[in-house]
């Protein structure tokens, strides 16, 4: 996932679109086949995708379209799918296609092929001047604030970045020598529902375990990576343990 590193820096939901710019056929086809490539967090749970026009859905942003994505309940399911789906955002940045992580979508279908609906991206072509171009553009903790041990001082100002419902950043991590735990931190926003909050916090919590994979890779580290159990007990859940080599 390396050859994502750079879009990260210029990545941006983006939820106006100019409708004189346009996906080409070829552009959509090009999307649509990143997906077979997306690296899975747990293999073994399914996911499915489905590109849809932004019409068919209740999609508020005017968007050229709109994938609706299912998965296989299971531990980490939702974070599973988060890693996944952030890998495409990148993907698609680096093709200055904008994107935005629909979490209000409400699709016809709830279950596809015994598989659950999990959330809704819209995305559509979009202009250059749409797209940040430094790290100084983005509103985010300082890496102190959720890296306590840290040892790279660069692989923490990668990670910072990773985006999040209502900019939360629900993760945490804790790092003594070669071995760091990365938790979510529970909270809540008035314009959430608890249980809305938490369920987008793990997905967010599978971005930032992309971008941390990613900044791993450039920064040169190889690992090892342990992922934790979901649970709703307590003020932290332990989401990975990474070892480095």
């Known amino acids: 996932m390396k050859e994502l590193y750079s879009s990260i820096y210029k990545r941006r939901s983006v939820r106006n679109y100019d409708a004189d710019v346009k996906l080409s056929d070829e552009e959509l086809a090009e999307a649509e086949a990143y997906l077979g490539e997306l690296k899975p967090l747990i293999p073994e749970l399914k996911v499915q995708f489905e590109i849809v026009p932004r019409e068919q859905t209740n999609c508020r942003f005017n968007a050229q379209y709109c994938l609706l994505v299912y998965g296989e309940q299971g531990n980490l399911w939702l974070t599973n799918i988060g890693y996944m789906l952030e890998q495409w955002d990148l993907f698609l940045a680096s093709r200055n296609i904008g994107v935005c992580w629909f979490g209000m979508g409400k699709p016809e279908q709830k279950e596809r092929d015994g598989l659950s609906y999990a959330i809704m991206l819209c995305f ?39 985006p999040s419902a209502v900019n939360s950043q629900p993760w945490r991590v ?16 008035p314009i959430l529902s608890a249980q809305l909050f938490k369920r987008f916090n793990k997905i967010d919590m599978g971005i930032f375990l992309c971008y941390l994979d990613i900044a791993l890779e450039e920064c040169g580290y190889n690992f090892t990576r342990q992922l934790g159990t979901e649970s709703d007990e307590g003020k932290r859940v332990l989401v990975a343990t990474y070892t480095l080599d």
């Open 124 to 162: 559509g072509k979009a202009k250059e001047q749409d797209f940040r171009t430094k790290a100084e553009d983005f509103n985010r903790n300082d890496v102190e604030n959720i890296w306590s041990g840290l040892g790279d001082e660069k692989l923490g100002e990668i990670v910072r970045l990773a």
């Open 174 to 189: 804790e790092q003594v020598g070669k071995s760091f735990n990365v938790y979510r931190q529970k909270g809540s926003v």
